[in-house]
């Protein structure tokens, strides 16, 4: 930062460090015992759409590098009524109660960085990971990319629009030491409809 970038105010955003998608397969064991949360074996990195050619060919190298293996996940791709693509990764599970959230991370990790190298990064919005309760209940561990912070997203069953900020604020405070979690609550975005949740 610029000495004038200093007198005028302004400040550069905090660059994201994807490297802490690595540190959910640790949460997920905190989530799990501390309020019975498991991983659905899911998750879905949020994005704008570049334009051109470009863009499209970057988010095909992509599906096709995720799904080039055996094992592969399943790779699926919509829009919301936003305009934002959802790029979802679905592992089956091998075994229900362990999900393989390493690898899923590992594919989310993928997503972000080829992105991002690409030259899409400012396109980037979040990278979500579900976990489900055995009650039904579920949370989604959002990754703010331009932040570089989680936060908890959890709705309520049953199709009103209706947050659960009581788990939400109990999911931040188990994950604290384990996580940036996002301490500006505005920045919590509703991901109402997004895949898993």
């Not at 302004?10 to 690595?22: I, Q, T």
């Not at 064991?29 to 499209?56: E, K, M, N, W």
């Not at 799904?67 to 679905?90: C, H, K, M, N």
Request: aromatic share 8%; with cysteine.
């Amino acid at each position: 930062m610029g000495f004038w970038d200093v007198i005028a105010g302004r400040s550069r955003p905090k660059p994201a460090n994807l490297d802490s998608l690595f540190a959910i397969p640790d949460a997920a064991i905190t989530l799990q015992s501390a309020h019975g949360l498991v991983p659905t074996g899911d998750g879905a990195v949020c994005y704008r759409p570049g334009p051109g050619a470009g863009f499209a060919q970057t988010q095909t190298d992509i599906v096709t590098l995720l799904g080039s293996s055996a094992g592969a996940p399943r790779i699926t791709t919509s829009q919301d009524g936003f305009g934002y693509t959802w790029l979802e990764v679905d592992h089956d599970p091998v075994d229900p109660t362990s999900p393989d959230v390493t690898g899923l991370c590992t594919d989310l990790h993928a997503v972000n960085t080829t992105l991002e190298l690409n030259g899409y990064g400012s396109g980037l919005l979040c990278t979500l990971v579900p976990f489900v309760g055995a009650d039904g209940r579920r949370v989604g561990l959002v990754y703010l990319y331009k932040q570089g912070t989680f936060y908890p997203f959890a709705p309520v069953a049953g199709g009103a629009e209706q947050r659960d900020n009581l788990l939400e604020l109990q999911v931040r405070d188990a994950l604290a030491k384990e996580l940036p979690m996002e301490q500006e609550l505005s920045r919590w975005l509703a991901v109402w409809g997004a895949p898993g949740l």
